[in-house]
Structure formats: C-alpha cells, structure tokens
C-alpha cells in the first residue's frame, strides 16, 4: 500500500512533506489543492520529512494539503500510437487538453484506447522468451512496431499463446506467457518503464560505425555523426542552434525522430507543428510527422517537468531502438534542463559547484549521453539512438559547467561561430574548432572507404588543412595589407573561401541546397578539390577577389540546382570556361 | 486587488529583513497576498506554521506588532472594457483620478496557452521605420526587445512604433521609468488622440523597485482579456526589462539565494521567458506582440540580463548612433528579426529579401573599407563608392527618424544602388534587376 501525507512546508516549486509510511527516492506522489491534483517527484528524504519537486506552479497551496504517493518513479506508456503524438515533459497528449490554456493538475493519456492496430505474431506458443523479446508486430505509420515482451520482466518465459493476426486495441492481451514457476502472465501493447532508468535490454553495445547522413554538408563531409553516435552543438544566442537541429531532423536518414524540446520558444515548437505533417521525408516519401514524436516543453511550462522532458524523450527513444529501428533524438536546449537542475539544487540548498550548478552536473550529463548508442540486440538485429543536444552557454563563453560537462560526453562538437552568424556563413560551425571523434575509428575508416571511397578521408584531411591555411593567409593579408603579400597569398585565400562557400555553408531555406545526399557532396567535394589542386595565374592580386567571386558563384548555382539537371551541368560547363580563363 | 471577507490577521512578527516578514499563521495560501500596515506583501515561503512574506515597498519602520492582513489569493487584476484609457500602479490602482474598474477579477500571472493550440505568426506589423520593417520585419504575436545603450531614445522609438503599428490596444508596461519617460508616454498618446486605445501600467522611479516585478504581469494580463476574450490584436510594451530583473536581483540578494552571473538569480532565464512567451498568435484571431526595451552596459551584450533575452526573444533590435550622418540607426548587423522570413516577399514585394540581402552586403563592404582606410591602406574604387553608399543607406534607411511605407522604402534602396554601383556588382537575382534597376 503507497504511502500517505500532508504538505508541511512550500517554497516555490520545492514541497515539504510529512509521510506516514515508506517512501522511495524518486517516486512520484500527487498534492491535493482542492479538486486539482499536482504531480510531483521525491527529490530528498531526511527523517520523516520528504522533499518533493512539484511539477507544477504551487500557487495557493497549503500546509496540511493532502499528498498520496503512487508507488512508482516517474514512468512513460509504451505502445503503439506514439509516433506523430504531441506531449508534454511528463508525456501527456497535449492534443487532449481542452481549452487554450494549459490547466493545472490537467493530465492526458499518451496513446489511444480505442484505435485498432493490426497485429502480425512474430512468436509462436512454446517460444522462451525474455524482457524484449518480439512477439508481434503492428503498423504503426508504415513502421513495423514490435511488442514486445515488457522490459520489467524479469528471468524467461514460455509462450503459452499469441493473438492470431488481426486487429485490436492497445489493451488486448496478444500474449500469455507462463514463468519458471508455471504462472500464466498476460502480455498487451503497452508497458510502462520509468525514465530515469536506462533499458538496457541488449546483447552488446559496439562502438558506432555507420555513417548517418543528415544532408548537412559541413557534418557529413567535414565532422560526421554516425548511427548511434553523440553530438553537441553549442553557440550563442542567435547562431543558429535550432534551425540546424531542425535541418537534421527534417533530412537524417533516420526511422524515428524524436523531438525534445526543452525550454525554449513556443513558437518554434509552432514551427514543427506546422510544417512536418506538411514536409516529406527524403528517404521514403512519407510525412515527416508520421515518423516524428515531439516532446514540447517550452521555456514558459513548469520548469521541474523540463527536467523530465529530456528522461521522456531518451525513454521512448529506447524504447524503438528496441524494435531494431534507427533513432533520431534531438534536445534543444541541455543548458535549460541544466538550469532547471540547478533552480531545485539551490532551493535544496546544497553545496553549489562552478556557476551554483548542481556539483554532479558532469556525471548527470554523461550518463545521459551513455543512453544513446549502437546496439545489438538479444535476438542480434541492431538498434540505434543517435543524440544530438544544444547548448545555450551563457555570454557565449565556451567555458562554462554545461558547454564543459557536455563536451566530456559527447563525441561530436559542432561549435557555432558568432562571426560565422554575423557574415550569414550558414550554418555557422566552425570547421577547425569542431571535431568528430568517429573520424579516428578505424571501423568507420573501413566503412566509409566502401561507402564512398578510400581517398575519401585524406580528401577531408587535406580541405581541413587548406581551410586552415586560408585562415592563417587572411590574417596576414590583414596585418600586411593586400599588397604587402605575394599574389599566390591571395590566390591561397580564395582557395580556402571557394571550400567555405561551396562546401561548408548550405541554404537552409533553400529546397534543395537544404539537403545534399552523400553521392551529391562527393561530387562537389571532387569538383571543389580539383580546383583547389589547380595552379592559376595572375597580373595582380586585383584580379584575384573578382575571379572567384564568379567562379563561387557558379558553383553555388549548381548547389541550388537539381542534381545532374540540364541546369546543373550548364553551371558546371560555365565552370570549366570560367577555370580556362585563368589556370596555368 | 480587492480585499474579502473573513480576512485573517495576525499580529505576531518573528523575524523581519530588508525585504521579508515571518511570522506565525495558519490556513495561509503560498503566493497569497497580505498587507503589512497597508503595505502589500506576499507569502514566498511557508515552512510549518512560519510564514515568511516578500514585501513590496521594502519593510522601513515595520514594527513586531504590525497588523497582518491575508487577503486569500494572489494578486488579481478586474479585467474589463472599461481598463481601456486608463492608467494603472503596479498594483492595478488608478494613478489617473479615474474611478475603479469594474470587472472581473483574475489573477495575473496565470497559465500558460497549449503549444497545440498556438498559429504560426504571420501577420506583418508595419512601423514606417525602415530600419525595422525592411531589415527586421516584425510580426504579430513576436516577441523582441530593443537593445540599447540608456543614453539613447528608446522609449521615442517605441512610443512611435507603437503608435504606427495598426493594434487594437496598446499596453504600456513601465518599470522604474523617470517621472518625465512617464509623462512623456502620456502626452505622445494623448497628442495622437489614441488614450482610449491605451493601457498603463507604471512603476516610476520614485516607488519602490520590488514593485515594479508586478508590472510585467499585470500588463499581460490586461492583454489576454483583449486578446483572448475580445480577439483583438495587442501590443504590449515593457520598458526597461532591465530594471525589472535588477528587481529581481535585489529580490534574491535579500532572501540570500545563491546569485548566479553578474549577480542574477539562477532562475533569470525562467522568469524572463515566463513573460515574454506570453507572446502568442490565437487561434481565434488574437495576439499578444511584445516590444521590450533592455538597456545595456556600455553595449555589453554578453551581461546576464541581455544575454538570457536574447535567448528567449525572437530577435532584437540594436540602436546606435552613427556619428558620420549624425543619426540613431537600427544597427542591420547586430539586429535581428527571426520571424520575418514568415512575412518578408510574401506580405510584401517579392524584391524584398533580395534587395534587403544585398544592401546590407553592400553596407558590410563598406564597413571593411572603413577597417581598410583605418589601418592607412589605399582605397579602391569600390571602396570609396560603398562608403558613400553606406551614408546614404544610413540616412535615408536605417535611421529612426524615416517614416515611409514598405514600397517605398524598397523604392529607395534600388535608387541608392542605382546610384553607387553597377548592376552585376550587387548580386541580386537578373529578373528582378530587370524590372526595379532605376
Ligand atoms: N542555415 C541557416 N540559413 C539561413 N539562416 C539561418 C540559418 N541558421 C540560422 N539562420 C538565421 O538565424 C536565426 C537564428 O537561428 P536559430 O533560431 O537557429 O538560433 P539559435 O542558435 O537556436 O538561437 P537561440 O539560442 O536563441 O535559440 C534564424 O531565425 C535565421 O534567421
Ligand atoms: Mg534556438
């Protein structure tokens, strides 16, 4: 029997109190105000006084208010009917709210109890089973969504029956297993997991090795990210964070996207809302909502259930991972959930650590992070989650807990440059700041050299060197002035801003140049490296600057044509008139 | 902020600070209003039966033995058509002579509007200031402040841009305003015959500081009973955020929570982003714009309080003097509108993202000769025509005193390249050069 309580004490989100049995760190306990109950989460237990976050505003709360604890963690519902859903951080189906306003103590259930799946079997009677183990599969927008045995499930089980293929609810039972004691237990669609628990219900976890195209030329060509890999991506307000994220989950090469968004604008949330039940996916056609769940809670929701949204969207992410599908999940922002971390260490008052943040703040990032990956799982199919976070640090300063803890954990870093932002060089990373750990895998050397090509990396090597080349040039044009250098100097730099131009920055608003799949950025990394091998010649370093403009120019227009189009090879027959110009 | 029956009161006051009251009582509500001496205060901490109180006016001359009244609930506002034209304090009294409203009472800082339930703005808002409506679009239902320096006139610029804008109400929201800012607001809006369209709420620098954190709420409010009951399109104007987080800042000095950057509460970018995301587009047809003012130190950006605004804001808008022509101008580098690719060619002629591209391209090169002519290297031709360009474009564009429609404003870019440079040297698109080249 759950424990019971009353509220001894408020301040601000942070509740005090009293129980009268036994309480678990972490469980979930509803506040009674009235006839609204508040969710809430046990943060701290000292004695017979527990503390507890509140979920929601505490406004007119009262000493001596009810409080009823439920017996379990923050949990999420799992099953069919996630895909293209809208929740909150504590997973309730914000479609399912009425009214315009959020109410308090208003929550939602996430799947849908009457809508029929079609169920295929995928285990037969007699099967031993475990925790994970696929009994069926149901289409869940063209994906095959397994169920699966539930992942609480503990030691094997023999299959007593299947449901037979046809169609039913979330709540049917499509198996009954029996235990090692000869109990039957019934297995539905759904299951419940607590998110601040990783599943990790898997045979291995390799290190990753497989390319994920996201379309993103300065990450594909320059800093990949791979299936189940890591990356981050800080830069100051206004950088460009969150229409790059947007960007990749619009085009990766993913199954399932999933969406956290994490204190920040509501309008941007809008922003998905609109387009992605209109967008295609590039990889199959399909509506990218169909293949999208979003986590909204924006900067203006209860700032404690900001902190779950994140737990929530790992949650569901793992929770398809186990289906041997490929996941996308990206957070924008973790510095908000930090902050909202750092909000309830100060109300505890604990010991601050750098910038008052929670002194565990490195270790809470990483074990994070170490949720994502790629696995095999028990039946040997592999499963992804691939992470992608912003960091918001403040000032834009680079040394600060979140910016720090986060680059420990991550293996990409996808620095975004304010000056980058403020010349329109879009997207703004930096590319010899930003690195890719992936590049250093020799099972990413071996994949990538079939999968493109085996020059491809000492390619990348060398454009990583002209480009810093050109930076070191451009700084000496500009102590020396331009004619206070060889005309070879200036030829050097333009080199190095034909790569930037071309390569490095893309036209996120632009329908095609938005996207470029990987045999398209091989040719033009091609093209561009050709040029770059190439020898010009010059009167003066006059002519230099104007010559490329053109010969960027053209290149570009071949960016914002149609691959292999009569319109690209035009641009690109203007290409080679404009090289024979001026190549020795 | 009306007072009910069956008020509690006590009288037994255990501990008093700069800011704060504790004192023993029962059956009392957390952010529940009371009165100390007639002095308003609200509960921000209940542990046991000690309550402690955040009061507004500071606690001078509060004896142990003060009177506590509890007033039962939050701070309300009475919301009615009858706000329209008046003029209010930080506690939503009548600072004009008027009589009290009479409405229904609400309480202010309420919840938040269902993401799924918001519409993508996109309805522009035209200001006749060019610098914002070609370079920095403004769109319904946005939120952005204007950055500047405290020695510039950003309470003109918006008392302008708030008169221009076609809004049904406008909602002034002033926090640690100079009695003079105040009566300046007051006669702009009474010059343009626009008091009944016009809402204020002010705290001015000669009431106490820890006021003026009801100011924000208070305003908005006032906005989502136009907004939301009425359908109407708002605007709402709040100056000088920066005052209001220093508030908050006292605030959390005086309770001794842990500061964080330059002295803010680690919670600065929460409570910020619970005001501004007030902003919103309904899906009956109203909205909440926000026009803010957040004033810098020495043009520091990278301070906590706008830092954590831009954060949250779509965009901001940069004044700085320009000393060649002589103007205060929107800065086009540092300013930014995020939402007005949802407007911009589309509400507007279909040349104004190019040529709004080009010019402030064109204005970049300028500023490189400038570097170039500082460091003693020679000036091309080029250079010296885009340095005459940028003085035209800061005068005739960016500066604040222009007050023309979009058309013409992009009239006059086309004119000022016309005037300094070849066709092929700005960039722009061949179909549209063909049919605007003057
Ligand atoms: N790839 C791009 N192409 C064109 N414009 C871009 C691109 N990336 C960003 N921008 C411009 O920069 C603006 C800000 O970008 P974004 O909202 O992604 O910044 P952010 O880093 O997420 O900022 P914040 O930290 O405040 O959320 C956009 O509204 C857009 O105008
Ligand atoms: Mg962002």
Redesign the interface.
Known sequence: MAAKGKV?????NLV?VEADGAIAQNEICFIHIGDERLMAEVIKVIGKNVYVQVYE????????NTVEFAGHMLEVTLGPGILSK?YDGLQND??K?E??????GDYTFPLDKGKKWDFKPLAKAGDTVEAGSWLGEVDENFQPHKIMVPFVFEGTYTVKSVAEAGSYTIDDVMAVLTNSKGEDVQVTMTQKWPVKKAITIYKDKPRPFKLLETGVRTIDTINPIVEGGTGFIPG???TGKTVLQHGISKQAEADIVVIAAC?E???E???I??EFPELEDPHTGRKLMERTTII?N????P?AAREASVYTAMTISEYYRNMGLRVLMMADSTS?WA?AL??MS?RLEEL?GP??FPVDLPAIISNFYARAGYVNLNNGKPGSITFIGTV?P????LKEPVTESTKKAARCFYALQQSRA???RYPAINPIDSYSKYLEYPEFEEYISERINDQWLDKINEMKTLLQRGLEVSEQINIL??DGVSVDYHVRFWKSEVIDFVILQQDA?DEIDAVTPIDRQEYMVDKVMDLCHKDFSFESF?EVGPYFKRVI?TLRQMNYSEFKSDRFYNYEKELQETLSEAVV | MATKAFQKIFTKITQITKATVSLHA???????LATIQGQLAQV??????EVTLQVFGGTEGIPTNAEVVFLG??PTLKVSDQLAGRFFNSFGKPIDGGPEIDGVEV?IG????????????SELIATGIAGIDLNNTLVS??KIPFFADPDQPFNQVMANVALRAKADKIILGGMGLTNDDYLYFKQVFDNAGALDRIISFVNTTENPPVERLLVPDMALTAAEYFA?EKNESVLVLLTDMTLYADALSIVSNRMD?????DSMP??L??DL??IY??A?Q??DGGSITIIAVTTLSGGDI???IP??T???T??QLFLRSDSDVGKVIVDP??S?S??K?LVIGKKTRADHPQIM?AAIRLY?DAANARTKME?G?DL?NYDERSLAFAKDYSSEILAIDVNVGTNEMLDETWKLLGKHFKKEEV?IREELVKEYWP
Not at chain 2, 257 to 261: C, E, T, V
């Open positions: 001894v004490g408020i301040i601000s005090v505003s505490t406004r007119g709360m009262k000493v001596g809208n914000l479609d709210m009214g315009v306003f959020l109410k308090r100051p307000f206004g204190g604008r509501a309008n949330v809008v922003e809302f609109t909204a924006t900067s203006n929701m700032v908000r902050q750092r909000e100060n601050p910038d008052a918001s403040a000032g834009g300063n403020d010349g329109k002035g331009d608003f006059a120019n | 029962e059956d009392v509500g957390y952010g529940e921000v901490k209940i542990i046991g039966n609930g939050a309480e309420g919840p938040s509007v269902n993401p799924v339930r918001r519409k993508q703005p239902g946005q939301v929570q842990i500061p964080s950057k680690g919670s970018y929460s982003a619970k995301e007030k919103v309904l899906p990278t301070h906590a830092d954590n831009g954060y949250i779509e965009g580098f540092r930014l995020r939402l690719q591209n970049a460091n290297f091309s960039g």
